[in-house]
Structure formats: structure tokens, C-alpha cells
């Protein structure tokens, strides 16, 4: 069962996920190997089935239900989404969410709040997040659904 507790962990990975994939491309790291393994443990992708809808996506490549699709718009780099700059490369050094609510229902915890990104150059933006969180037959929790959207401004 899915516990109020695991949904502020499940979060806190994501948000320091960020952070981290950030820290390691401007340490010269292997951005897209790490990048791959926080997808593996933090996504659905090698198990089942993730919708993924990014912040910065439209078009033809709005959603990205491919590990390869999530892995291009986190890093960048693959000329088969020519417009993904690499969201997650910017760095982006503290990474919080608040306004939280959610819904848990046995295995699952359905998630709505906002993100927070402040990155090395003093920027913020914020973010509609929903989530669904799994936690899978391994015991691991992972997203099996992730959009993300800019508040909408009138």
C-alpha cells in the first residue's frame, strides 16, 4: 500500500534527481548514462508503460511514452527530437515542490503540486506537475505517468 510517507520520498527523489543530473554534466560527467540509470530506477520504461508529457514539448513529439524520448528531452543530443535542448543540463541547483495534493489507492498515488527550479544563474520557474507513482512488483516506486505544464497565464 501506498503510504503518505512514500509519496513525499518518491517526490524529494525526483526534485534531487534534477539536481543531480545537473551537477554531473557540469562536473564533465556521463550526463546520458546517469541520465539513463535515474530513468530506469525512477520510471517505468523497462518494466511497462509511462506516459510522459514534458513542459517544453509540442507537436508531433508532445509525449514521449519512450525511454529514448525521456532521455533526449532530459540531456538532449538525439537527432531524432531535434528540439529538445536538454531540460534538465541547465543546472538546476535547488529543485522543491509544494502545494501538494494527492490521492492513494493501493499500490498507486495520484500527485498534483508545484515544482520549483532555481538554477545556477539566480532563474526560477515553477511548474504544474501531476504524477502517478507506482510502487512496482520489485518494491521500487516509479512514475508510471508525468505531465508537466506552465501555469497558465491570462
Known sequence: MFTEKMVHQSLQTWCDNVVAVGKVHADGGDVRAFSERVLSDNYDYDHGKVLFKPTLTFGAQTF?????????????GDDDFPDDKGFKL??????WYNKLDYVLHGDLAVVQCNVHFIGSDDSHIF?????????CDDGKVRIVLHQSSLPYQP
Open 64 to 76: 514521449r511514452p519512450t525511454k529514448a524520448g525521456a532521455l533526449s528531452y532530459f540531456v538532449g
Open 90 to 95: 541547465k543546472p538546476w541547483v535547488k529543485v
Open 127 to 135: 511548474v504544474n506537475k501531476s504524477f502517478v507513482f507506482k510502487q
